[in-house]
């Protein structure tokens, strides 16, 4: 699916848009809910995005907010193609709604910055690796998914064959590169793909070694990420153990983690010294 059509790109645009057309025609949710007659949770929840719109109410939100006929048929086509079923969607009975919408976000970016300070990225995971973290650290009840997850996990990187790739920039504690996961063997493979990923024209691996000390990066992995279309601003992506959620429209905060990106990328070895050390590490561990 080419990037433009994230139906969770589109579905977060048309909930801007109403926002945005309701705060130019000076209602309030409440005044919203009076006016058409509904309730004020319906209201809250079509502009949270928790709940889909239908075309009817659709037309009705926008007719109150006096937007215009041409302006209307074009938020309506955007709700039709927002609700088209992408591949993701066939995994939504095993994930959360939190990871449902970062790989609708990802399938759309045009720039993913990841910090990481606990494990190797998904996107940049070899299929052991990603079976071994998955099938020792997933909810007791989703034991029989192991599989499934595993293959979204590998699905998830199709992003990298696409003929137009995201430009990826990581940045990794030394301890991600260094705990083996699933042993010698399989964390040596994993570091010899991190290699050949690197060099790749659109990735960046970057590690923040021990001896950079207390950093910014101890306050947790995060992710941002950047979408082409100007009219998308970017999405922050929190992960904590036991948590995971997506923080959307909070620029502020975006431009504080991008600047303690920027900070963890000049404390790191930059990509030719994390070259060295990947490749250091594997050799320690092929005579293990």
Partial sequence: MPAANSPTVRQRRLRVELRKARDEAALTQEQVAENLDW????????????????TTDLKALL???????????ELVELARLAR????WSGYRKVISQQYYDLIGYESAAGIIRQYENLVIPGMLETQEYAREYIANLIDPELTGNVDTLVELRMRRQDILERADPPLLFYVLDESVVRRQVGGPRV?????????????????????????????????GSFTILEFPSPEDDD??????????????????????????????????????????????????????
């Fill in 63 to 73: 007719s109150l907010y006096g937007v215009s006929t041409e302006r209307i048929a």
């Fill in 84 to 87: 088209e079923r992408a591949w």
């Fill in 187 to 219: 964390m040596r493979n994993q570091l010899r793909h991190l290699i050949e990923l690197a060099n790749r024209p659109n990735v960046t691996i970057e590690v923040v070694p021990f001896t950079a000390g207390v950093n910014p990066g101890l306050n």
């Fill in 235 to 288: 999405v922050l992506h929190l992960e904590n153990p036991g948590s995971i959620r997506v923080t959307r429209d909070l620029q502020d905060a975006i431009v504080s983690y991008r600047e303690t990106f920027e900070a963890l990328r000049k404390l790191s070895l930059h990509p030719e010294g994390t070259a060295v050390l990947l490749n250091q590490i594997a050799e320690e561990l092929s005579s293990d």
């Fill in 39 to 54: 309730s004020l949770s319906k209201v809250i929840r079509i502009e949270s995005g928790s709940v889909g719109v239908s």
